[in-house]
């Protein structure tokens, strides 16, 4: 995609609508006091919508509308109990301490309740100085942040009444274009000049975020019977594109060989040459469906394949013919090249004119696809344990806030000191890796943000060019909160800086007191991730390694289902898939953290590498089998083939009890299918069931290989 629709892209996304929404809903009310004189007014309110705002994450409707409602409740709570203790310090560090404790705690309810957490703790901390105010009274502080909150809200909720299905068709479009990146990154194995390993590890990256954008998709599509049960064309319009793209997704994965053997036998031939510049347009055809999804627009075809099917299929045939070579292995590659341009034929026909009274229905139960994290006191009272990371986190942030609150009080660190504690409140994460992460963004963004807002306070005198670029640099910072988290810090600080110069105040001042607290509070954040009750990802690992086990014995299950004649359902299947894609992408994310640890931290490291390599080449293999297996005909499957797939299973199943489950409700069931009486009578020996017979060994030999790294992680053997 050139950089002109790059940027389009970009002003028809989410992330933009999002920063354009929240950006209007919180300075309009600034706005509207300070044209009545009470400019300290507005900033209060626009505090309480920017707070809800900031909690409104992408979502189905009436999961946002909780979110918003329970945001409120809970930063009118913690503004209240911290305007009572304002006065007596030592009941206000107690009150931080326990507030920050059980904000954190809200994490265990998953994402939107964490964000809820967050702001509890945000309107926390800029509470604690509101009084110095002597014409305010904690009665109409409180007010004016639920007005905020009230106004924020019913912005949202009308703005969603009027397009619905928006925000859907944006994550759907990020989620192809993810899976497009995916796509050519596969291209590069085909690049006989390239990295395999650097490649390879790019691939598991990206997977991580394929699976985070499809888990969304999911969230907005399939959770409320409004969606599942949907019968507006847009609305199964949206499903069944996304359905598609998650078997196209497959499809892709499908596409795993032997790449070193590939390269040695072919590199020479050219025919690589022509699978990498075919395989990167069918990346750069899904990309330009996504950009036109995005702008909704009726799509239209970038590229037509058949010529670059047709080059590939004489390029195979050249290179049997002119250097005698078995060129098997590229036919294989062919097939899948060409089932993937079939899927795309097949999603530029959901759009024909003729077709949309014939979209066929989506015969999967939908509400079976989405996580559900019910508000109960069981699975808070089941963190409240020093094995909890998130409960170890909570106490983490209540030490540090303490400590932090205190240092602000011993030092004179400049009337803004609450910067401190919204460092520390920003940084710290459940794991060292990402607080290592978000201490650096925010180090780097906030003195490069300094350096720009300092000087385009000295350039700039004139009042409506500096609220011009205060409500641009708004709108980048919370637009790019989710895409980079540096850049948007780095935005983000000269608008304050802006903001205080409109109040008055010295900014040159104010700059140098923010990046000293800033410091401070990055300093203790980080010391603490060492000392407090660490979370390292060794220690916590072996669950997701277990729970990974799980998917792909369960997954690669299916086949021994439709051999012995049981086949799943398509529910069943799919359902399996997805925990596989989910899985594989916690697992790769987990090892991801675990090598940005202290070298002394990273316990069995090469094995755990090792780990995700192999079961990365058994899920791929998997998807190609099951491909295989439900294509082939009775006589193709036979009963020696169900004795090697038991034998896998069997040699996973091994895997999987080397590792203590995590809870009782983590137990593994073998699954036992019943064999045809008649199966052994099957004796064709067919170039199918062939294949399908050494796909199956195969995987035999990963899961061994599989069986040896985990016995050598848990012995402490090494490789």
């Known amino acids: 995609m050139s950089k ?21 809903g919180t300075i309009v009310p600034a706005l509207v006091f300070s044209a009545f004189g009470s400019l300290q007014t507005g900033i209060i309110v626009s505090l309480g919508a920017m707070a809800v705002g900031l909690s409104d994450s992408p979502g189905p409707v009436h999961h946002r509308r909780n979110g918003m409602f329970f945001c409120t409740l809970s930063v009118l709570i913690a503004a209240l109990l911290t305007n009572l203790v304002s006065g007596i310090p030592v009941l206000l560090a107690a009150t931080l301490m326990v507030l920050s404790f059980l904000f954190s705690m809200f994490a265990v309810y ?67 274009t993810n899976v497009a990146d995916y796509i050519r990154i596969k291209a590069n194995f085909y690049a006989v000049d390239l990295d395999i390993e650097k490649n390879y590890r790019a691939l598991i990256d990206q997977q991580i975020t394929v699976s985070t954008h499809q888990d969304n998709v999911r969230d907005q599509l399939f959770r409320g019977k409004r969606k599942i049960k949907d019968t507006t064309e847009i609305g199964r319009l949206l499903i069944l594109i996304f359905t598609d793209i998650i078997d196209l997704f497959e499809q892709s994965m499908a596409t795993h060989y032997d790449y070193g053997s590939i390269r040695e036998q072919f590199g020479a031939t050219g025919v690589l040459q022509q699978f990498y510049v075919t395989i990167r347009r069918i990346g750069n055809e899904l990309e330009h469906l996504s950009y036109q999804i995005n702008a909704n627009k009726k799509p239209k075809a970038l590229y037509h394949f058949k010529t670059d099917l047709e080059r590939i299929r004489a390029a195979i045939d050249h290179v049997e013919k002119t250097h005698q070579l078995n060129a098997l292995p590229l036919r294989k590659i062919l097939i899948n090249v060409r089932n993937l341009v079939q899927r795309m034929d097949s999603l530029y026909g959901y759009f024909d004119l003729k077709a949309k009274n ?75 890796s990402l607080t290592k992460e978000r201490n650096f963004q925010r180090l780097i963004g906030t003195v490069i943000g300094g350096v720009v807002g300092a000087v385009l306070l000295l350039v ?15 709108v980048t910072t919370f637009s790019l909160m989710r895409i980079s988290y540096v850049v948007s810090v780095m935005f983000m600080t000269p608008y304050v800086l802006i903001l205080f110069s409109f109040l008055g105040m010295n900014t040159l001042s104010i700059l140098q007191e923010r990046i000293i607290d800033t410091l401070i509070g990055s300093g203790l954040a980080f010391l603490s991730s060492y000392v407090i009750l660490p979370s390292w990802e060794s220690v916590q690992v072996q669950g997701t390694m277990r729970k990974l086990l799980i998917a792909n014995y369960e997954y690669v299950a ?9 086949p799943p359902s398509v529910t069943e299947y799919k359902l399996a898939r997805k925990a596989v894609y989910v899985s594989t992408a916690n697992m790769a994310s987990a090892f991801q953290r675990m090598m940005t640890e202290p070298k002394s931290k990273r316990k069995g490291a090469r094995d755990v590498n090792r780990f995700v390599v192999f079961n990365h080449i058994l899920s791929s293999y998997s998807v190609t089998l099951l491909n295989h297996v439900q294509g082939a005909s009775d006589a193709s499957l ?46 064709i020996d067919s170039e199918e069931s062939r294949l399908i017979t050494d796909q199956l060994q195969f995987l035999r030999r990963i899961a061994s290989d599989l069986n040896n790294v985990c016995n050598d992680l848990m012995t402490g053997g090494a490789p």
């Not at 509470?127 to 905020?148: E, R």
């Open 558 to 566: 299916q086949a021994l289902k439709i051999i012995a004649g049981q």
């Open 4 to 24: 002109a629709k790059d940027i389009q892209n970009f002003f028809y996304s989410q992330y933009f609508s999002d920063g354009l929404r929240l950006t209007f």
């Open 110 to 176: 998953g994402a939107r309740a964490s964000s809820v957490g967050t702001m509890g703790l945000l309107i926390m901390v800029l509470s604690i100085s509101a009084m110095d105010d002597p014409t305010l009274t904690i009665g109409t502080y409180l007010l004016y942040i639920l007005a905020g909150c009230v106004w924020y809200m019913l912005l949202s909720l009308s703005l969603h009444q009027v397009r619905p299905y928006r925000q859907a068709q944006q994550e759907l479009a990020e989620s192809i």
């Open 358 to 432: 014939s979209l066929r229905s989506e015969e999967t139960d939908l509400s079976k696809f989405i996580e559900h994290n019910d508000i109960d006191l069981k699975k808070l009272r089941e963190n409240l344990t020093v094995k909890s990371t998130l409960f170890r986190h909570s106490i983490r942030m209540a030490i540090m806030m303490g400590v932090g609150y205190l240092v602000s009080l011993t030092f004179d660190v400049g009337s803004h000191s609450y910067w401190i504690l919204l460092t520390i409140m920003v940084i710290l994460k459940p794991g060292f």
């Open 638 to 683: 036979t009963g020696d083939q169900i004795k090697v797939i038991r034998r896998t299973l069997s040699l996973l199943a091994q895997s999987i009890q080397l590792f203590e489950p995590e809870d009782d409700d983590d137990a593994f069931i073998e699954i036992d299918v019943e064999t045809p009486s008649d199966i052994d009578d099957n004796n």
């Open 460 to 474: 700039v005198k004139d009042e409506t060019s500096l609220f011009i670029l205060l409500m641009l640099f708004m």
